[in-house]
């Protein structure tokens, strides 16, 4: 199957993605708020950036996205039928960063929480919202 857009169609379509302040990044950060907890976003000195880091708890927080960051097992994670080989590779690539990231921030004494989008869909969000919490504050 061929792509329905034209090559710069797509490229306007992929360049309006936004790899920061994401819905569901948002939805994360609102409901930490509200249950009193603050953070820092985006912490450029630590391995991956991270989205959010809790320091009164030593916890960060990547909400990933479950196409960009190969999410095994879900539906919201499908690789495109157009440069098929170009884009496993490039999800490969973000799964091992994110991988050795995780391997970085654990052995500096951080406990590290990943949250994916489609934990924040429909019926799933009150229940990923309370193990969050229980994960953070034990």
């Not at 907890?37 to 996205?65: A, E, S, W």
């Not at 039928?81 to 884009?87: H, P």
């Not at 490969?92 to 990231?101: A, I, M, P």
Request: aromatic share 10%; hydrophobic share 35%; proline share 4%.
């Amino acid at each position: 199957m061929t792509d329905v857009h034209t090559p710069e169609i797509r490229s306007l379509n992929m360049s309006h993605i936004r790899s920061k302040d994401t819905k569901p990044e948002l939805a994360v950060r609102k409901f930490l708020f509200l249950k009193g907890l603050r953070y820092r976003v985006h912490k450029k000195n630590l391995p991956g950036t991270p989205d959010i880091v809790l320091l009164k708890y030593k916890t960060i927080i990547f909400v990933h996205g479950c196409f960009w960051h190969g999410h095994d097992g879900c539906h919201y994670s499908v690789i495109p039928e157009t440069r098929t080989e170009w884009w496993k590779k490039k999800i490969e690539r973000t799964k091992q960063l994110d991988f050795q990231n995780k391997n970085k921030l654990e052995k500096e004494g951080w406990r590290v929480i990943t949250i994916f989008e489609c934990d924040l869909k429909g019926n799933k969000i009150n229940n990923t919202f309370e193990n969050l919490l229980g994960m953070i504050t034990r």
